[in-house]
DNA sequence: CCAAATAGATTGATATCCAATCCTGCTTCT
DNA sequence: AGAAGCAGGATTGGATATCAATCTATTTGG
């Protein structure tokens, strides 16, 4: 809507969502500037907003690079994320919205549905949209932007450590989650939460994070200059990450209004 | 540190904070830049941080004002923060650190001096520190920062809406609840915790808004330009800037939502 | 007295320029 | 030859000037 800078933070948080932009991935203002089209201004703009969400990190006079948060982070952030939802589980004590857990049951049939068909990556969007439909139980409109922040840099720590879901048992403790609110038992239903988050923390795995320079121009479905890129310094590995996710599902126009 | 916006939108913070700047007041980019003796752009940047942090509201083509929640929203910020402590005190029980529990004991004495001396002011800050202890006692880092950006934006509730607080059964509270950590009574202290938030808002009154536009310089212990010395430094249209402004234009309201 | 037109001020954004810093490659010295 | 150090290029951080769009307020006209 408003702010150019805005509409641009949005694509490239979208481009490091989509893990089209890897962390440690370098952001050179001058290189988005050309993608986008827009002064470098606007892309310091909209860098700073990545920052302040913790998608970007930004050193001094070093430039702006994808957050590569570390291992002892990225633990945080699900420590985080279990507590502000077993948050939630207090307060659905205090105020129980019974009748709203026909749609958490519903989102459950879909994750079914889905592993059924064999389609675990359906079923991995479904298992992250449970946990969003369980904080808008509360219709807090503080505590969802609070929770989708998390929920970014925890898609972050998806593309910096492999992960390795088991579906099944995650939707299974889903189920067993929401029948505990059925029979309204609080306590156990947090520590269900949090034994759930320790077992998603699991399916994370370290991996070696060398992170080749990325052509930006890839992550945002630009086509790539004619002029060829000078990749003399690192352009080995480049010409490899070139080829490694060539295109990305984009809805978004990149430069040009109306 | 590094980063001169940075600075600034910590020292707007600041002026936020500490009440010198009321919500709704307007945040002009070129009255800011004057007083900064920077330019526009690192104001607009320093704007940008605190508008992410919630504690501004940019509107497009109209600037930045000192955002102005709804009592709505206000409650919404301090029912995150009830949730937020929730699930600490849920972490709490999965892994007791009850040596940490001194830390809050020591607080609530300070608190207690302070009443006793009949320190109101002081005795708030406690208050205020005792959650910021629990929340610490996690070490979680993602959760700390968190908690600092929620209570940033419940401290400028303060100067929205006036706060008239039992600062005595605050503190029996804490007391019971550091009593019920002890006992391991996890969900009663939840419990408790939500009735303590609740006291904390019932504080809380609606005051009419009318906000008359202040002065920014007042707000940054600036000296009041009535000297133009810096004309040769930041141009002419700086120095005619600032006498065209000197005080008492007209006490428009300058902004009305109704 | 109310409404339209207009002039002023503010924001959003660009381009250009400059200083400071970092990185790289080359030179030089041992 | 290898390491230390220096110079130059590249990048960031920031300043200034300028322009279009929009909002505000005043003035003008019916």
Redesign the interface.
């Known amino acids: ?3 150019r ?1 805005e509409q641009i933070a949005a694509t490239i948080c979208e481009a490091i969502l989509g893990h089209r932009l890897k962390p440690g991935a370098k952001l050179g203002e001058r290189d988005l500037a050309d993608i986008f089209q827009v002064s470098r ?1 606007v892309i ?2 909209a860098l ?2 990545l920052a ?2 913790g998608l970007v990190t930004v050193e ?1 006079n070093r430039g702006a690079f994808v957050a590569k948060p570390s291992l002892a ?1 990225a633990i ?2 699900f ?2 994320l ?7 589980i ?2 659905l ?2 105020r129980p919205r019974m009748s709203l857990l026909t749609e958490l049951r519903a989102n459950i049939e879909r994750q079914k549905a889905a592993l059924g068909q064999g389609n675990e990556q359906l079923a991995g969007e479904f298992g992250l949209e449970f946990h969003d439909l369980l904080v808008s139980l ?1 219709r ?4 969802i932007e ?1 929770h989708a922040q ?1 929920k970014r ?1 925890a898609r972050l720590l998806e593309s910096l450590y492999r992960c390795d879901f088991d579906h099944c048992q995650l939707c299974d403790e889903h189920e067993h989650l929401v029948a505990l609110f059925d029979r309204r038992q ?2 156990k239903a ?2 269900l939460l ?1 034994d759930h988050y320790r077992l998603v923390a699991r399916g994370y795995r370290i991996e070696d994070d060398v992170v080749a320079p990325q052509p930006l121009h890839l992550a945002f479905n630009q086509p790539v200059p004619e002029k060829p890129a000078d990749l003399s310094a690192r352009g080995k590995k480049a010409a490899i990450a070139a080829r490694y996710r060539p295109n990305g599902k984009s809805s978004h126009r990149i430069k040009g209004e109306a």
Chains 1, 2 share one sequence.
């Not at 279990?82 to 939630?88: A, D, I, L, W, Y």
């Not at 807090?140 to 505590?143: A, F, I, P």
């Open positions: 809507m408003s702010g800078s201004i310091r703009q700073i907003r302040e969400d001094r982070e945080e952030v420590e985080t279990t507590m502000v939802e077993q948050g939630v207090a307060q004590g205090n509360t807090n409109r503080v505590l609070l998390l840099r609080w306590a947090q520590q949090d």
